[in-house]
């Protein structure tokens, strides 16, 4: 029941942040919007934590890993994918996205002695087919050149920059270190990699001071990054690396559901069988039947025959 509301809670929130990123497109640099979300993000994480008492001391070791983690996650992840964005629709980015899947799986086997179960590789296929498909008609309109294999490429980078994060966070919980104390440092080194990044590139600050970019700023800041990865890195810590990203396959329907309402998303054929495929595929990866007591000790008679 637990890993079921982290799991949607994460859904919902991820699913949502892409409308929310969408308002902030415009005249602030995106690496500058990028700053702002997890300066804020992290100055409230550390500051509710300490207040409260629940902010862990680590040691200088735990902080070189949550430095790492703030780099691949809360700093390079998104600046490959606003990057990539001038070059690919954000469909195809969602569509390569959901390949922290398949990185997951194998930096779990490699990194943390994960397996990969029967159950997750059928539920993957259903996945990744069910994504291609809803975004048939995107990939079609793509024409392969340059500029597109630039932004599948930065999209890639991006996404294999978000799993070696997954399996940093995983490190640090198994050091006994708490998610939310090692998000904040972690937002917080990803906020100052990303100003040293703007200053070396030249690039100025700026800010939009519109009701939609500081309400989708905050919106970002607060659920996007401070409960969203706190659920999402929770999750990655109780049921592992592989079944964690499968969120990210599911979290683009929220994200076409919002666009349906507020953008005029049109559903298609393929779309609506990507969806089937996708909801099958959760069915896979969680749906566990619940077994009698006397069928139990049925099956356990037989097995010990």
């Not at 990539?84 to 922290?100: C, D, K, Q």
């Not at 100003?195 to 500081?214: C, E, H, K, N, P």
């Not at 559901?257 to 996708?278: D, H, K, M, Q």
Request: proline letters at 1%; hydrophobic letters at 50%; aromatic letters at 14%.
């Amino acid at each position: 029941m637990v890993n079921t509301l982290l799991y949607a809670i994460t859904v919902l929130i991820w699913g949502t942040t892409w409308f929310a990123i969408s308002l902030q497109t415009g005249n602030v640099p995106a690496m500058v919007s990028v700053f702002y979300r997890f300066t804020i993000a992290s100055v409230l994480l550390l500051g509710v934590l300490k207040i409260t008492g629940r902010l862990s001391k680590i040691t200088a070791r735990d902080h070189r890993f949550c430095l790492l983690q703030g780099m691949c996650v809360f700093c390079f992840n998104f600046l490959c994918f606003y990057s990539a964005n001038r070059y690919i629709n954000s469909g195809l980015e969602s569509v390569l996205f959901s390949m922290s899947i398949l990185f997951n799986a194998v930096n779990g086997m490699i990194f943390l002695k994960q397996k990969i179960t029967r159950r997750f590789l059928i539920a993957g296929t259903f996945g990744i087919i069910g994504i291609v498909s809803l975004f048939w008609q995107d990939l079609q309109a793509s024409n392969i050149s340059s500029h597109i294999l630039t932004g599948i490429g930065l999209s890639l980078l991006g996404t294999y920059g978000f799993s070696l994060g997954n399996i940093i966070s995983a490190r640090n919980q198994k050091q006994g270190i708490d998610v939310l104390s090692a998000n904040a440092y972690a937002m917080f080194y990803g906020a100052l990699t990303m100003i040293a990044i703007i200053f070396v590139s030249g690039t100025s600050f700026q800010i939009d001071t519109s009701i939609s970019y500081l309400s989708a700023l905050a919106y970002l800041a607060v659920f996007g990054s401070v409960v969203g990865f706190g659920t999402y890195f929770t999750l990655v810590g109780r049921i592992g690396t592989a079944s964690a990203a499968y969120a990210t396959v599911l979290f683009p329907l929220v994200a076409l559901g919002v666009s349906t309402a507020y953008e005029g998303y049109v559903w298609t054929e393929s779309a609506v069988l990507g969806l089937t495929l996708i909801l099958l595929g959760n069915i896979v990866m969680f749906y566990k039947p619940k077994t009698s007591k006397a069928m139990t000790k049925r099956i356990r008679a037989v097995a010990e025959r």
